[in-house]
């Protein structure tokens, strides 16, 4: 069973910045995919970043620019630094992975709160 352990959240003013880590049971290269959503209250979860196994980044259009998905190979460990976190970032983060056989994968989630 995979297992996805995030930490990293909690609160900040808006314009700081956070760092969420997601580390993975298994090697990061038995995914097709990682990244991590969010889901705010009333809301619908929603992607933010997602890395492929061959290293492609993409992003939700609100948070370009401002947040950076990397992965850390040998720690089997994902990131999502966020900066110039803004209120309406506020929500609950799902570290998320996808493994080849179009399986997910979700962590327990982290709350991420930002005061203005």
């Known amino acids: 069973q995979v297992q996805l352990a995030e930490s990293g959240g909690g609160l900040v003013q808006a314009g700081g910045s956070l760092r969420l880590s997601c580390a993975a049971s298994?090697?990061?290269?038995?995914?097709?995919?990682m990244g991590w959503y969010r889901q705010a209250p009333g809301k619908q979860r929603e992607l933010v970043a997602a890395?492929?196994?061959?290293?492609?980044?993409n992003y939700a259009d609100s948070v370009k620019g401002r947040f950076t998905i990397s992965r850390d190979n040998a720690k089997n460990t994902v990131y999502l630094q966020m900066n110039s976190l803004k209120p309406e970032d506020a929500a609950v983060y799902y570290c998320?992975?996808?493994?080849?056989?179009?399986?997910?994968?979700w962590g327990q989630g982290t709350q991420v709160t930002v005061s203005s």
């Open positions: 998320h992975a996808l493994n080849n056989s179009f399986f997910n994968f």
């Open positions: 298994r090697s990061v290269f038995s995914f097709k995919s």
């Open positions: 890395l492929s196994t061959g290293g492609t980044a």
